[in-house]
């Protein structure tokens, strides 16, 4: 029996090897995943060696025995695992014809297997299988290597363009803000030589959505891109920048923003191999999900929310600017004549809050109480806890060591890239905040203050004056600003709702954000602000907000306020009129359940936080 289950094991990998390369394309083939794949798949066939050898003599096939036991389990979970999390998934015909394709699949092997095994030819085909699993296996096709040109595409000098993403920042935790922290003095130093942009709005609290709004210059609602349906229906900032003669590259610090969803196109170069390159195969899916079902069933798999014995969704900041700043320093390129573009996404700050030993001993003060890093999904702490002030206190200092750590790394970035000279114009701003306990709201599910008013900064000499701007501008101004400083301008039949902030603002513009992104959409929101108010639609009513003096939405003033009422009071609806069809499917549900935007656990003590006084 052994060697038809290793010759299962090589045919498995081989196939599952070349179908994770098929779906990502943009990523450079290597041997690592082959040797990964090779190595579960050996360790899933120990498991069955027993029962596949009792299988193999009651219905004559040895190698078909094995492939019952290794890869019809794992076809059937691949079918299998998206209807089982969606609504009614089960419901659906196509699930059933699938599912019915792999047992038929399956038995036609068996059969072939049997039939095969008797004749003295078997040998024979057992090798030419074991070469084409091989010539699988090998590290062919993948992303080519960017190679250096030496004719401009453009007489203009045009500097490097940095899209610096700081994952769920909210801005009163920054040197930024108005309160008294000095979290981010490296940013301060860098924005006081820029224009701080003090009423800066994300556009949705989904890091998703919420990029691809900066990389599209449109709302959700017409970019298309949320939860459900999580592929970009617009042309990205990228295409223009290459198609313009820019050296494109995008480095990301979460697996939220793995590629495949739109997000990769224009880049020449797309990392965002956060996790190991076996976490994006059809088996490692099925080992996930045994094993988050082991975690639900008995504590000791269980690992404060991430139950993943080595994935875990994200990569530090240290090796997300390692990696742009060699793209950018590339001595290949040293001739290049073409800018670059750089998008950098850092994830360091978002949950869970583990701060380095230095950053905790500066902002971490003592603290007795249950919640660490890992709040409410730490495995210690009770399901029914409700927070008190000490608690908010001690996640906000977490944070802010994060926060002081982060603004460490990109410094000594910006140095490598001698952002100082100023060929460089840098845009930093984040894609959503998060709440700390606000009114009893945490995360980032809500269009409260903390959640979407964010830092945005744009260091361009040359091109913007130094100071602050105090009109509201929008996650959506990215891209439009980015085209403008590498002088390009879109043809007419490219729409973007952001604006140029290299330009005057106009102070009385409306700007949209949304929340899209719900499971059930009911519970969708959004907002539309003019000036210094929000008019807010939720749960089917709509108020309007002080954003200065109410940021967590709290006292409704629409009857004191007609007029501004009035102005922007179909603003929401006619928004989210204007989204496009939604495609059903999660591609990557692992990774929004593992980084909190699909939480089970979240969603079971949603009852309890109804008998809390909880949000959420």
């Known amino acids: 029996m052994l060697l038809p289950l290793l010759l299962a094991v ?39 060696a027993w029962p596949a050898a009792w299988t193999a003599k009651r219905i004559g096939t040895r190698l078909g025995a094995a492939l019952l036991w290794t890869a019809v389990p794992v076809a059937l979970h691949a079918v299998l695992r998206v209807p089982l999390r969606m609504p009614g998934g089960l419901s659906e015909s196509s699930t059933w014809i699938a599912v019915g394709s792999v047992l038929l699949a399956a038995l036609a092997v068996v059969l072939l297997a049997r039939t095969l095994e008797r004749r003295k030819p078997a040998r024979l085909l057992g090798l030419a299988l074991a070469l084409v699993g091989a010539v699988a296996l090998l590290p062919l096709g993948g992303a080519p ?45 860098l924005a006081a030589r820029g224009r701080v942009f003090d009423q800066a709005y994300a556009s949705t609290v989904f890091t998703l959505s919420s990029h691809a709004s900066m990389l599209t210059g449109l709302p959700p609602a017409l970019h298309g891109t949320t939860k459900r349906a999580q592929s970009i229906k617009a042309t990205t900032l990228a295409e223009h920048l290459r198609a313009a003669g820019y050296r494109t590259g995008a480095f990301v610090g979460t697996s939220v923003l793995t590629g495949g969803n739109g997000l990769e196109a224009g880049f020449d170069v797309y990392d965002d191999l ?40 994200q990569r530090p900041a240290s090796d997300v600017l390692a990696r742009a ?22 994830f360091d700050v978002h949950w ?10 500066r902002w971490v003060t003592e603290y007795d109480g249950p919640l660490d890093g890992y709040l409410f999904r730490a495995d210690d702490l009770p399901a029914d806890y409700v927070t008190d002030a000490d608690d908010r206190s001690h996640v906000g200092n977490l944070y802010d060591a994060e926060m002081w750590q982060l603004d460490r790394d990109v410094d000594a ?38 959640q979407t008013h964010v830092p945005l900064v744009v260091f361009a000499p040359g091109f913007v004056e130094p100071g602050r701007e105090a009109s509201p501008v929008s996650g959506m101004d990215v891209a439009p600003t980015l085209l403008r400083l590498a002088s390009v301008d879109l043809p007419g039949d490219v729409p973007m709702a952001g604006v140029d902030l290299t330009e005057p603002i106009d102070p009385e513009r409306i700007l949209f954000v949304q929340d899209p992104d719900k499971i059930d959409r009911s519970q969708n929101s959004a907002a539309a602000i003019r000036g210094r108010f929000k008019l807010l639609s939720r749960d089917g009513r709509r108020t309007l907000h002080d954003l200065l003096d109410d940021p967590m939405d709290r006292t409704p003033l629409a009857p004191k306020h007609p007029l501004v009422s009035a102005v922007v009071a ?47």
């Open 10 to 48: 090589w045919l498995c990998a081989a196939t599952d090897t070349a179908l994770t390369r098929l779906a990502t394309p943009w990523r450079a083939a290597t041997l690592d995943l082959s040797i990964e794949s090779l190595a579960a798949w050996a360790a899933l066939a120990l498991l069955v």
């Open 325 to 346: 700043a060699a793209f950018a320093n590339d001595e290949r390129f040293s001739e290049d004549p073409r800018p670059w573009f750089l998008f950098v996404n850092l």
């Open 274 to 313: 956060v996790d190991p390159p076996l976490c994006a195969t059809h088996l490692w899916a099925a080992i996930h999900d045994v094993q988050a079902a082991l975690a639900a069933a008995h504590p000791t798999f269980r690992g404060n929310g991430l139950p993943h014995w080595f994935q875990d969704f």
């Open 413 to 450: 970035f910006l140095s490598a890239l001698d952002v100082g000279s100023g060929e460089t114009a840098v845009v930093m701003t984040s894609d959503h905040g998060e709440g700390f306990g606000e009114a009893d709201t945490w995360s980032h599910e809500h269009l409260h203050g903390p």
């Open 145 to 189: 290597s960017p190679e250096p040109q030496t004719v401009p595409t453009s007489g203009a000098e045009r500097p490097n363009l940095l899209l610096l993403v700081w994952d769920t920042t909210r801005v009163d935790h920054t040197s930024l803000g108005t309160g008294d922290r000095d979290t981010t003095p490296h940013l301060s130093a």
């Open 352 to 361: 869970p809050y583990l701060p380095s030993d230095e950053a905790t001993g």
């Open 570 to 616: 179909d603003a929401p609806d006619t928004l989210l009129g204007a989204r496009a069809a939604a495609d059903e499917g999660f591609d990557n549900i692992d990774t929004l359940r593992a980084l909190g935007y699909l939480d089970v656990v979240d969603e079971a003590r949603a009852s309890t936080d109804e008998d809390t006084g909880r949000d959420g």
